[in-house]
């Protein structure tokens, strides 16, 4: 069955640069989560898309933003990176807009390692 | 507030005895409540939900986990461990008003020889 894709699966970047995270849901999940967990950390919710929209929004810095696109896919876009960025991102995609009772379905995570 | 707890960062067994993981909770509405479980460098996997219903809840490879509302518990088991079941385990919560999840801490299960 597919699976949640995220790409790249690793990313290795310095201060003050951009970096764009994919995510590609499962085919008809119209809901999508992005979260960041950190070493040893929890995932920390960042901000959600429903059909394109913005739904929810987590503890996301100002300097980060992220898009849900057209064929529902959606991309994390961090700029003036920090050290303090490194991180396991995950997005995560749901059906149904989201709700409730529905459980998420996790990517592998993209690794970032800001230098 | 929406919140979840994991008292223990670790937990050990030995193979073949039965494993608890501790999960509490705190929502403002019901409670919709998971157990996730990650390996290293991997996402989360969903194990099992309690949504409504029977408060013994059964899911993937032989976990189980009891909702107690009374307690604001939702704990994971495992009547008998395997060394394959060593990995992070994330107790997540979503409230029936709410979109996103909250998780715990996490537990680090090690289940030994």
């Known amino acids: 069955a597919a699976g949640v894709i995220q790409s790249p699966r690793h990313l290795i970047k310095e201060k003050r640069e951009t970096a764009t995270l994919k995510c590609y849901p499962i085919?008809?999940?119209?809901?999508v989560y992005w979260y960041q967990q950190g070493p040893g950390q929890d995932p920390q919710f960042l901000i959600s898309?429903?059909?394109?929209?913005?739904?929810d929004k987590g503890s996301i810095p100002d300097r980060f933003s992220a898009q849900q696109f057209s064929d529902y896919h959606s991309e994390l876009n961090m700029s003036s990176l920090e050290l303090g960025d490194s991180a396991l991102y995950f997005c995560?995609?749901?059906?149904?807009?989201?709700?409730?009772?529905?459980?998420?379905?996790f990517g592998s995570g993209t690794q970032l390692s800001v230098l | 507030a929406q919140s979840v707890a994991q008292p223990e960062d670790q937990v050990n067994v030995a193979e073949g005895n039965p494993l608890t993981v501790k999960c509490t909770y705190s929502v403002s509405g019901n409670p919709y409540l998971f157990w996730y479980v990650q390996y290293p460098n991997r996402g989360l996997q969903f194990l099992l939900k309690?949504?409504?219903?029977?408060?013994l809840v059964k899911g993937s490879y032989g976990f189980e986990a009891e909702f107690n509302k009374s307690q604001t518990s939702f704990h994971l088991k495992k009547p008998s461990a395997l060394v394959s079941d060593s990995a992070l385990y994330f107790c997540a919560v979503r409230d029936s008003n709410f979109n996103k999840f909250y998780f715990g801490s996490g537990t680090k299960l090690n289940v030994k020889p």
């Open positions: 898309f429903y059909e394109k929209m913005q739904s």
């Open positions: 309690y949504i409504t219903g029977d408060n």
């Open positions: 085919p008809r999940h119209d809901t």
């Open positions: 995560a995609s749901s059906p149904a807009g989201g709700i409730a009772n529905e459980k998420l379905f």
